[in-house]
């Protein structure tokens, strides 16, 4: 029996909503991927005709709460806003969709968001790359600063964005405000050195 292109989607949507539900509730490595499928009411293999790891659903719940972040961003930007204050917010908006998954997003981060991260087995992970970096770009542009940023540039705030990430899935601080703090000190960071360059 052939299945709708419908029905695979609300699968697929299935199976993100109880992996987030899972591995907040039991932990990331202790959920399996029989535990997903019987959670999402499918078969234990099936569950990798849409995912090939749970990595993978880790990496697609990321991309899709950034891309709701970006949106949110676009609505409360501001254009008397400054460089800086653009940065932040358009990070710290991202922290905050990304909060409902903060107990398990660091292997993410750091298997497929890392600079040395790339290639073709990491497709969704240069997707977000590439759709960050873009919009980091675009505030440049915003803000006078018409010459492109070089490779070394956007290499140079990658590092910083995915220390900040790091930092923030482990931080303990009240209402994370040590990781709102590096935030700050690392975008006055950048922008000291791309305006210096």
């Given amino acids: 029996m052939r299945v709708s292109a419908k029905t695979k989607e609300a699968t697929r949507q299935k199976v993100l909503q109880v992996s987030q539900d899972l591995f907040n509730s039991e932990g990331f490595r202790e959920t399996t991927s029989r535990d997903l499928a019987k959670a999402a009411g499918i078969a234990a293999g ?15 719940l990321v991309c899709d709460a950034l891309e709701n972040a970006e949106a949110t961003f676009n609505r409360r930007v501001r254009p008397e806003s400054t460089l800086e204050e653009d940065l932040f917010l ?33 497709e969704l992970g240069d997707r977000i790359r590439t759709s960050h970096v873009e919009m980091v770009s675009g505030l440049l542009s915003k803000h006078g600063h018409d010459e492109p940023p070089t490779a070394v540039h956007l290499q140079m705030y990658w590092l910083l964005y995915t220390g900040v990430l790091a930092f923030w899935a482990k931080d303990q601080s009240r209402k994370q405000e040590d990781t709102l703090a590096l935030l700050d000190q690392s975008i006055k960071m950048f922008v000291n050195w791309y305006l210096a360059g």
């Fill in 46 to 60: 099936t569950i990798f005709n849409y995912f090939p790891t749970k990595e993978a659903i880790v990496l697609q």
């Fill in 90 to 122: 358009y990070v710290s908006t991202g922290l905050r969709q990304l909060q409902p998954m903060r107990g398990f997003v660091g292997p993410a981060f750091e298997t497929h968001l890392g600079p040395a991260c790339g290639g073709d087995a990491n």
